[in-house]
């Protein structure tokens, strides 16, 4: 079983959709869960970390059911410039080794 | 906003040439990894480094890599003899003690021909 797992897609939206994301990772004793945000051929970039209560930034809202082993990241009103690819990433050793998922491709059409 | 800077963007190398990869990571941060990405694969761990010894590093990091802190600024990653299937972007990041986030460079790519 792969450590994280993400539908590939792509995921083709309108403008101004509501899209969401779900990502499910396999170690029961990881403590960090995020995600990033990778445009193509860049580096991946912070989009937001993912707490237990959930939490929310903007249009962003973050998910995490730890019984599940299950990550969500639901985009309100998207933008084309939301356009890219979205990265489960969750740290399963204090600090020291980021384990990626092999991201979702968002394109967020006129 | 700091940022990790690493150098070359691009670099083409012949198979079973060294090269070294550099980084600069952000001044106040103690935690340093590199990461890298074969093309249209996911990013995978290579190693992390803190207190200026290696505190992980993953299968992937064999006796053909090390790293390296040799000034108080400078993080370099080397691969000794590189083979075809090393071409790959290379990321450097870093990150500061007691925050969750890494920052990451804008990587290197690497083409071993």
């Known amino acids: 079983r792969k450590e994280v797992e993400q539908d590939p897609g792509p995921f083709n939206v309108p403008e101004g959709a509501t899209v969401a994301f779900n990502c499910t990772y396999s170690?029961?004793?990881?403590?960090?869960f995020f995600w990033y945000r990778q445009d193509c051929r860049k580096e991946p970039k912070l989009l937001m970390s993912?707490?237990?209560s959930g939490n929310e930034d903007g249009r962003f809202t973050a998910q995490l059911n730890r019984a599940s082993q299950y990550i969500s990241l639901l985009i309100r009103d998207s933008k084309l410039s939301d356009s890219a690819t979205y990265l489960c990433v969750v740290n399963s050793n204090a600090g020291n080794m980021l384990t990626f998922g092999g991201g979702t491709r968002l394109m967020v059409k006129p | 906003e700091p940022e990790v800077t690493q150098t070359p963007s691009h670099q083409v190398t012949q198979m079973g040439q060294e090269v070294i990869l550099r980084c600069v990571p952000i001044s106040n941060h103690l935690y340093f990894y590199w990461y890298r990405q074969i093309l249209g694969q996911k990013v995978e761990f290579l190693v992390s480094f803190y207190n200026n010894e290696i505190s992980e590093k993953s299968e992937i990091f064999d006796d053909q890599f090390s790293v390296e802190r040799p000034d108080g600024s400078n993080f370099t990653l080397k691969i000794r003899s590189t083979k075809l299937e090393d071409s790959a972007m290379y990321f450097c990041?870093?990150?500061?003690?007691?925050?969750?986030?890494?920052?990451f460079g804008s990587g290197t790519r690497l083409t071993v021909v």
């Open positions: 170690n029961s004793a990881s403590q960090s």
């Open positions: 993912v707490y237990s």
């Open positions: 990041a870093s990150r500061s003690p007691g925050t969750p986030g890494y920052t």
